[in-house]
């Protein structure tokens, strides 16, 4: 069955409410400014979502924190909006890129996971034909170690954007869009220490500074192709697959 982002669950975003002034005006006074300079217009630039990391092994022991700082590039973040917009005014009124994304998440744990299993008859119908075959002759090349470290836990995914996005027709007159996702994940798999590429990591050290986490920071690329021509299923299929340090 391919990918199809219509039946993948949606994730839903819980609102706080602001606090009362009459029980503490200190507070009532900041989210005030707080509301008066959200009005303000916002920056060509977006302010990258940073998710933050713990782990508790020991009651006694508070462990690292890791946070994850995206750096958009503005050109690609600008030119995907307008993508975006085109693929709803022309090709799909209902396409939303949260949707897409959720589902896009859900697929890139389920692949990544059957390929670190070599589990390649499972993955026909979610990826293309042409990369499953590069896949399998990479994977298969692996040592253990790497190959455990595509694995990609849902709860483990610190920061995901889109890298790119295409819209494109065949010689036949028919409609494609693909869209690049890229990812940010922790391992456990014993790998040395590196810093993705348009990333920062930032760690903080909580008790003993001289315990080490074993957590690794990887980075992926997942491409998302779509054939938009009448009459066609509305199914989702990988087109490329690149796992950073690891399918080199």
Known sequence: MALSARHWSLARLALSTLP???TNPAIARTAQRCLRASSRPPALTPLPR???YSTERDPQQRSKKVVVVGIPNPFIWAR???YFF???AYFDQDFTFDEFATGAKQAFVQVSTMLSQCNFDELKDLVSK???EELEEKCSALPVNRREALAADLDEIMYSTPGDVGIYYD???RKFVSIIMRYWYLTD???PDETPEGTKVFQ???GNESSKDSKRLLTANYEFRREFTQGVEPNWTITRIQHFKLLE
């Open 171 to 173: 010689n036949q007159g």
């Open 20 to 22: 009362s002034a009459h």
């Open 204 to 206: 903080v050290v909580f």
């Open 189 to 191: 798999a014993d790998l």
């Open 50 to 52: 940073a998710r933050g």
């Open 80 to 82: 995907t909006k307008i």
């Open 130 to 132: 042409e990369a499953l």
């Open 86 to 88: 085109l693929i709803r």
